[in-house]
């Protein structure tokens, strides 16, 4: 399964932010057990690295959040098709669009993000760590069909 991750779940994780920290860091644990293929926008990345960097007031240590980050999430591009695809929906955050339009090139399953209303005209389905998780622990618990 592919998903997007959105910025703000990843300042959660990389700031400790309550109180979504838990629920974030939890989601991600799928991606490092091979349980899913994690992505960001190279966009996403510049971003976390501003506010992290205004946050910490540090550019090394931002620098090197960033180096953990690149270590554990694959990172796509956006590109001019996306731009011009994200113009067509309808919705309100041009940024948000960009990143649907995105998602739906890379044929991403979920953009994970805490803004979900915030996507409601994204082609692609767009849940919160928390939403993710438990509909993730509901399909695991279920057994298998047998033939």
Same mark, same amino acid.
Request: proline residues 4%; hydrophobic residues 45%.
């Given at each position: 399964?592919? =998903?997007?991750?959105?910025?703000? =779940? /990843?300042?959660?994780?990389?700031?400790?932010?309550?109180? #979504?920290?838990?629920?974030?860091?939890?989601? &991600?644990?799928?991606?490092?057990?091979?349980?899913? *293929?994690?992505?960001?926008?190279?966009?996403? =990345?510049?971003?976390?690295?501003? &506010?992290?960097? %205004?946050?910490?007031?540090?550019?090394?240590? $931002?620098?090197? %959040?960033?180096?953990?980050?690149?270590?554990?999430?694959?990172?796509?591009?956006?590109?001019? *098709?996306? /731009? %011009?695809?994200?113009?067509?929906?309808?919705?309100? *955050?041009?940024?948000?669009?960009?990143? $649907?339009?995105?998602? %739906?090139?890379?044929?991403?399953? #979920?953009?994970?993000?805490?803004?979900?209303?915030? #996507? &409601?005209?994204? +082609?692609?389905? $767009?849940?919160? +760590?928390?939403?993710?998780?438990?509909?993730?622990?509901?399909?695991?618990?279920? +057994? $298998?069909?047998? +033939?």
């Amino acid at each position: 399964m592919k =998903v997007l991750i959105d910025t703000n =779940v /990843i300042i959660d994780i990389l700031d400790k932010r309550e109180p #979504f920290f838990l629920d974030s860091y939890k989601f &991600i644990q799928l991606g490092l057990e091979g349980k899913l *293929d994690m992505l960001i926008s190279a966009g996403a =990345v510049t971003d976390v690295y501003y &506010i992290i960097n %205004k946050s910490l007031r540090d550019a090394n240590t $931002a620098k090197e %959040k960033i180096f953990i980050l690149t270590s554990l999430v694959n990172i796509c591009n956006t590109t001019s *098709d996306d /731009i %011009k695809s994200a113009l067509t929906l309808f919705m309100t *955050d041009f940024e948000d669009a960009v990143l $649907a339009a995105t998602a %739906k090139r890379e044929k991403m399953d #979920f953009i994970i993000t805490r803004n979900g209303t915030d #996507f &409601i005209n994204s +082609p692609v389905p $767009a849940v919160s +760590p928390v939403q993710f998780l438990h509909n993730h622990q509901s399909t695991s618990n279920t +057994p $298998a069909a047998h +033939p």
